[in-house]
């Protein structure tokens, strides 16, 4: 496991953990959690920016609107790839914590596939 923040290399290590996630056969979905995600993802790490207008405001309540089909994904490679983002979201000043981040929108979206609809991230909670 990294210990580094955000930078081009750790979000393209969480996105390639989150690309192993896909269920082998199965078809990318705009309604999809993992693949809403890793399109923002993939943004960052292409840009370096942990801040992406491309994110709609209402991308948290979209994620726990989705339904979660468990079929689509790989549970044992999601959980790594939820640790990944997780380390990448610790390793951050929490002063500097947005719930518009990049890395918090993707953790939420992880947690939501792999703990539910009720998940919040720690840092949110902390804001809160």
Do not use: W
């Not at 995600?37 to 960052?44: P, V």
């Not at 990944?84 to 002063?95: M, R």
Request: with cysteine; glycine share 4%.
């Amino acid at each position: 496991m990294s210990n580094q923040g955000f930078s081009k290399l750790s979000a393209y290590k969480a996105f390639t953990k989150m690309d192993k996630s896909c269920a082998d056969g199965c078809k990318c979905s705009v309604l999809c959690q993992l693949f809403m995600a890793k399109e923002f993802l993939s943004l960052s790490a292409q840009t370096g920016e942990k801040f992406s207008d491309k994110i709609p405001e209402d991308i948290l309540d979209m994620f726990r609107s989705v339904p979660v089909i468990p079929e689509r994904y790989k549970n044992i490679d999601l959980q790594e790839a939820f640790i990944e983002v997780q380390s990448i979201c610790d390793n951050c000043a929490t002063d500097e914590h947005d719930a518009f981040c990049t890395v918090n929108v993707v953790l939420t979206a992880l947690g939501i596939i792999l703990e539910g609809k009720d998940y919040i991230t720690e840092k949110d909670k902390k804001m809160q």
